[in-house]
């Protein structure tokens, strides 16, 4: 056995009309001779969909309607069309679309509508009656026991829709008696103001209840007043809900060809295939009439059919379920973008810190190669600034070899002169100013060719050999192996060592003496060296040093600058030879070529 | 017998000219000394000689540079005296004119006589003479260079010298225009020459002129190519002083 405990659709409706219902006709009327667009025309639309929505309430084209008006109201910023709007949308989702989800969606729109204005409170109740229905379409009874007592707080007009509500709650938890108890109020609420709708629907609920009551006959009057207030007043929206309970009241009272006929018809009204609900009651309620009947067959077909319909409300049940999980889903989908965006920005911000780390270490190693190149450039600033300063000094000390020669030479002249002899005076005189010129020439250059050196020693010698008469005889060799042109030497590096060995050794020598010139190569070195066989030099001489020679001291201050300036490691060796007497010097040089 | 007149305006060192010319008495009479730039025009104009020892600092009067100016045609022999000029003896070594050196060595005078006799010193000594007061008449002025080559003298602008070669005792010089001479003195003359016309010895063979240099082979030594197209190798030791000199430039 099945029947319908159908809800009574508790809306919010606009203004004070009341439950007066004004005829679909008239509202369509007024609605096409408005073509302004104001509040009122949002409140007829409004009327109108509720209206429709009572009459048909399959009719799933009203969707569009609904939307249009929630546009309307929404741009003529009336807040109490839109919270309309949107509880007429909540409606259409729930009723004709079948969609509670949804249809809860809106609803709470509404709802948050109405709490967010004082002038709107009074919506709350209607809209609170909605929710409660859903609550009882899922068959969530408590919840919606909770939300039709909450309405019933609100001391209002929709106390008879919760009265109705409560009353069918009681009949489908089966305590009947407290069913018929609700019911009996909300059906004497709806006497007394006239409203045939809820007056049918608590009829055809009530007969039901009194079916399970086993009270039969109280159950054919209730259902019998029900059906002739639906054909009387065309209540379209309680009539399946009325057939059903009518075949069920019939079956009952055994009269199953109005059972059969009742649950028949149940089945032919229109959008009852979209409704699984009326389908399964239906079809329990024929496969109940075929077994009374004994037609067997049709009977496991009717049950057969009802049985899908469980399935299929267990399904819709899944619904509620699956758009539950979809709006985890949303909210995980919701979560996980934020996630991603948090990602993102923290990516952004790691690549900023790196971008930014990469661009000091740049700018840093970009600095330290930056000083680096400076220090060089300072340093070899620096360097040339040396090298210039150790130039000078150099050409101070080549042109100290000037005054000192000079001054030998001249006291030479003044020796021929002395001596009458004009013509040697005029010889020396010429080689002594073409030696001067040399000396000049050279004194301006840091290297000469060893070829231009070697004919400066010859011409030195050769003019200091006849001051002294040919006291002294001299030789000159160089190493084959030394190309003399190519080959660079600090110019008359030699020639204070010649000198010592001339004035010192030769001078005091009694009788001839000699002295050997030799260049030669050891590696890259260049070995000079100036041997005598002269007196040598005095003992006390060598003890103070400070007394060393002029020449010699020279001859060692050029070294240590060239050493210095080129980092090589020129050096002056002086050897006192004992047998014979007589001084070896040596100048190690690196040896150096022009090409 | 030769006339010749002695060009100073010190004593001392005509006397001194005087001593040296008494074993030329024979051939060589002098008939005459001045020691001015107006005394010495004017005395070579009446004199005529066939030789002209002539100092180039004539005291307040101007230099010898004056006096030739002053002639215009040169038509004697002609030996430049002086002390310690090297300004003017660059500008006789570039004219390829004879210069003697005071106080003048025996040996040297000797010399400079024998080739007034043997050669015709005479030869394009206008064109030498003309080239020197050139060269001397302004500093930015192209030098022109005498090069003694076996039928007399060839000049060229130095700024026309693309490079020297040198080939023992013998000198090849190649200018611009692809003009090649070959002249009997050592590169190192050409090299104390020019050295100071952004000529550069990149090699023991090779003197460049700088100015000529259109790419640098990087190498051991490396290379230079000149705008001749010719490419010549650089000697390692030269290579930091030169690429210091053409970074100079």
Not at chain 1, 407 to 428: C, G, H, P, R, T
Not at chain 1, 503 to 513: I, P, V
Request: charged content about 25%; glycine content about 6%.
């Amino acid at each position: 056995m099945k029947g319908l405990l159908s809800l009574v659709v508790i809306c919010s409706i606009g203004s004070m009309e009341g439950y007066i219902q004004r005829p679909l006709d008239s509202l369509h009327a007024d609605l096409a001779r408005r073509d302004v667009i104001d509040t009122a025309l949002v409140d007829l639309r409004n009327d109108y969909l509720r209206q429709r929505l009572l009459a048909n309430p399959t009719d799933t084209i009203l969707l569009a309607f609904a939307n249009e008006t929630l546009e309307i109201a929404g741009a003529i910023r009336y807040a109490r069309g839109t919270l309309l709007a949107y509880e007429r949308l909540g409606l259409v989702y729930q009723y004709a679309l079948g969609d509670p989800y949804r249809a809860l969606e809106y609803y709470q729109q509404a709802m948050q509508l109405a709490e967010s204005e004082d002038v709107l409170a009074s919506y709350q109740a209607g809209i609170i009656g909605n929710i409660g229905n859903i609550y009882y379409e899922q068959e969530e009874y408590g919840k919606a026991l909770n939300y039709f007592r909450r309405v019933l707080a609100f001391q209002n007009d929709m106390e008879l829709a919760a009265t109705a509500n409560i009353g069918n709650i009681y009949g489908n938890l089966q305590q009947n008696d407290s069913a018929a108890y609700y019911l009996k109020r909300a059906i004497s609420l709806a006497r007394e103001t006239s409203n045939w709708v809820f007056l049918a629907n608590g009829l055809c609920s009530l007969s039901l209840v009194y079916v399970h009551l086993g009270e039969t006959h109280a159950a054919q009057e209730a259902i019998e007043e029900s059906l002739a207030l639906i054909e009387q007043h065309q209540i379209g929206f309680v009539r399946t809900t009325a057939y059903i309970n009518a075949a069920m009241v019939y079956l009952a009272g055994h009269d199953l060809v109005h059972a059969e006929r009742f649950a028949s018809d149940a089945l032919k009204m229109d959008g009852a295939l979209n409704n699984a609900t009326v389908q399964k009651a239906a079809w329990a309620t024929l496969a109940d009439v075929y077994a009374a009947q004994h037609r067997y067959k049709d009977a496991l077909e009717a049950y057969k059919r009802y049985d899908a319909f469980q399935d299929s409300l267990t399904s819709q049940n899944r619904r509620v379920e699956i758009n539950r999980r979809q709006l985890q889903y949303d909210f995980e989908k919701q979560k996980a973008l934020a996630q991603a965006e948090i990602r993102r920005q923290t990516t952004i911000r790691n690549a900023s810190l790196l971008g930014g780390g990469v661009l000091l270490v740049i700018g840093i190693l970009g600095f330290i190669l930056y000083k680096r190149r400076r220090d060089i450039v300072v340093q070899k600033q620096d360097a040339e600034f040396k090298a210039l300063v150790a130039d000078t000094e150099l050409k101070a000390l080549r042109a100290q070899l000037n005054p000192h020669f000079i001054f030998n030479s001249l006291n030479s002249i003044s020796d021929y002169i002395a001596k009458s002899d004009i013509e040697s005076a005029q010889e020396y005189l010429t080689q002594f100013a073409q030696l001067m010129r040399q000396t000049l020439e050279n004194s301006d250059r840091k290297e000469i060719s060893l070829a231009a050196d070697l004919l400066f020693m010859e011409l030195y010698l050769k003019v200091e050999a006849k001051r002294l008469s040919d006291k002294f005889s001299y030789r000159i060799d160089v190493d084959e192996a030394i190309d003399i042109d190519n080959t660079l030497v600090p110019p008359m590096l030699l020639q204070p060592l010649i000198e010592n060995s001339i004035w010192h050794g030769m001078a005091r020598k009694e009788g001839k003496g000699h002295i050997h010139i030799a260049f030669r190569k050891a590696g890259e070195t260049l070995i000079c060296s100036v041997d005598d066989d002269g007196v040598g030099r005095r003992t006390e001489d060598v003890a103070k040093a400070s007394k060393r020679s002029f020449g010699l001291r020279l001859t060692e201050a050029r070294l240590a600058i060239l050493n210095k300036q080129k980092n090589v490691q020129g050096r002056l060796d002086i050897i006192d030879k004992t047998e014979g007497g007589g001084v070896f010097t040596e100048v190690r040089l690196p040896l150096q070529l022009a090409f | 017998m030769m006339d010749a007149v002695i060009i100073d305006d010190e004593e001392h060192c005509v006397a001194s000219l005087r001593r040296l010319l008494l074993p030329y008495q024979d051939s060589v009479r002098l008939v005459g000394t001045f020691a001015t730039v107006d005394e010495a025009v004017m005395g070579i104009g009446t004199r005529q000689p066939d030789i002209v020892f002539m100092d180039v600092q004539l005291g307040e009067s101007g230099t010898a540079f004056d006096v030739l100016n002053a002639l215009g045609a040169v038509a004697f022999n002609l030996i430049f005296t002086t002390a310690y000029d090297q300004y003017a003896v660059q500008a006789f070594r570039f004219a390829a004119l004879d210069y003697l050196l005071k106080p003048i060595a025996v040996g040297d005078f000797a010399n400079a006589m024998n080739r007034v006799f043997q050669r015709n010193e005479q030869q394009q000594l206008s064109v030498r003479v003309a080239a020197l007061l050139d060269n001397l008449s302004g500093a930015d002025k192209p030098k022109k260079m005498g090069l003694p080559t076996a039928d007399g003298y060839e000049f060229v602008d130095v700024s026309e010298v693309v490079h020297c070669r040198s080939d023992v005792n013998y000198t090849h010089i190649f200018t611009v225009s692809g003009q090649k001479y070959t002249v009997s003195k050592t590169l190192k003359h050409f090299e104390e020459l020019l050295g100071g016309y952004h000529f550069f010895r990149i090699h023991h063979s090779h003197l460049i002129n700088l100015d000529y240099v259109v790419k640098y082979v990087r190498g051991k030594g490396g290379a230079v190519v000149l705008a001749n197209g010719v490419t010549l190798e650089v000697s390692s030791r030269r290579k930091d002083e030169f690429l210091a000199r053409l970074k100079m430039k």
